[in-house]
């Protein structure tokens, strides 16, 4: 995928495999309310099984509200639209909030991380998401050794990084990145501090 924009101003002339501009078409007027559930409501959730809810709402409305039939609405085109970006840096935002309001950065702990152990072979709809699962693309897992994968793997493992800061495993799961900051539950990894300023 080629991307084309100006550093001053990435979004005046934003350009993605020779298409120019960007297609989204909005499912609510431009001064309207998309309806999407607010931040008090998304930590209100006491434990991770009730928190995932936010994969539909906020995070999936939003991808399909804003694009309608644009390329954020589509799994295979979303990444194109720049504010996909900002979405997900979001969800990750309400995400680590959440985890330290309600103290929940124990990986090992079900109220953490609902999706305990490994994914059962052969299901692939949660591959990946189980704790103990290695996270592709980062091990390598292609078809047709792997069903669930595709015929290649890109990206390879990650970069060295300096000694003391972020150092995910080569091979990373679920598991070792659920204390984001680094705590006892996982010496050595982490670090990671998300900034709170609200929007006005």
Known sequence: MGVA???????????????????RSPRFAPDGDPRLKD???????????????????????????????????????AVQDPLFFLLHAN???????????KDRLNPASEESYS???S????????LGQAALDTMWPWNG??????????????GGVFPAFAPGV???????????LIDY????SSPGVGGVSYDNVPFK
């Open 181 to 184: 900051r680094g705590g006892a």
């Open 91 to 101: 969800i990750d935002r309400l995400w680590a909030w959440w985890q330290v309001e």
């Open 39 to 77: 931040e008090p409501s998304t930590l209100a959730f006491a434990i991770f099984e009730e928190f995932r809810a936010i994969e539909d709402e906020p995070h999936s409305l939003a991808h399909g509200r804003t694009a309608g039939g644009g390329w954020l609405g589509h799994t295979g085109t």
């Open 166 to 176: 972020f150092v995910p495993p080569q091979q990373p799961r679920p598991y070792d």
């Open 5 to 23: 924009f100006s550093l001053t101003n990435p979004l005046n002339v934003w350009k993605v495999n020779g298409v120019n501009a960007i297609e």
């Open 119 to 126: 994914t059962a072979a052969g299901n692939c709809s949660t």
């Open 141 to 154: 897992a292609t078809r047709p050794t792997d069903r669930c994968r595709p015929a290649t793997a890109p």
């Open 115 to 117: 999706l305990q152990g």
